[in-house]
């Protein structure tokens, strides 16, 4: 009987793909820049077919990780300001199943109590232009995005100083959400809270 492969062992194993498609040892021949054999003979082709060999063995991955039931969730810590909090996301490498899909919905209430009690003194952006630019908000504002989230997720930067709690409110896949890939169907909005007088890092 042939080896299942867990989650963790399936997140090595893209990362090293990755490295082998970024450092030229995996291409995909077959991919041309644009379709036009004239535009394509003023183009490098090679980061494309480096990209394009990672994404189809990803998208591998995914078809393994389904036909295999192998969850796309990791667990993650984070303690800020004395609260405590250890919650589901997906790797962003891998796809969610359809279960994992559950957990992060029941593990999102938990989440925005942390992201309450985390933030209560900080200054609310919201990201707009895919994190170019970004618009005060309150509290309130961010209460209507949550109430439409499917699953959210957090991300902290920075030091004590200079701390930025990122709050990702999403909907559908992961996978799909974190840079539009998948919109309408799957998308995410982020909520970036720093200290007062503060902007978020770009």
């Not at 990755?18 to 991919?31: H, S, T, Y």
């Not at 644009?34 to 591998?60: H, K, V």
């Not at 999102?108 to 933030?119: D, G, N, P, R």
């Amino acid at each position: 009987m042939s080896q299942t492969y867990s989650t963790a062992d399936l997140i090595k194993i893209l990362a090293s793909e990755r490295q082998a498609c970024m450092n030229g040892k995996r291409l995909n021949l077959a991919v041309s820049p644009s379709g036009s054999p004239f535009i394509d003979q003023f183009l490098q082709p090679e980061g494309l077919q480096r990209f394009t060999a990672y994404r189809n063995f990803r998208a591998a991955v995914h078809d393994y990780q389904r036909l295999h039931k192998i969850s796309g969730i990791v667990w993650q810590t984070l303690t800020i300001k004395g609260q405590y909090l250890h919650f589901p996301k997906v790797d962003e490498q891998l796809a969610a199943l359809p279960e994992d899909l559950e957990l992060l919905k029941t593990a999102k209430a938990q989440l925005f109590e942390f992201w309450y009690l985390s933030t209560a003194d900080m200054d609310l952006y919201l990201s707009l232009n895919g994190g170019k630019s970004y618009r005060l908000v309150v509290q309130k504002d961010v209460d209507r995005i949550m109430q439409r989230t499917e699953w959210a997720s957090l991300i902290q930067q920075g030091n004590l100083s200079q701390l930025e709690i990122i709050l990702q409110l999403g909907w559908g896949n992961p996978e799909s959400a974190t840079y539009r890939h998948g919109f309408p169907e799957s998308g995410s909005e982020y909520v970036h809270a720093v200290n007062s007088g503060n902007q978020p890092f770009v």
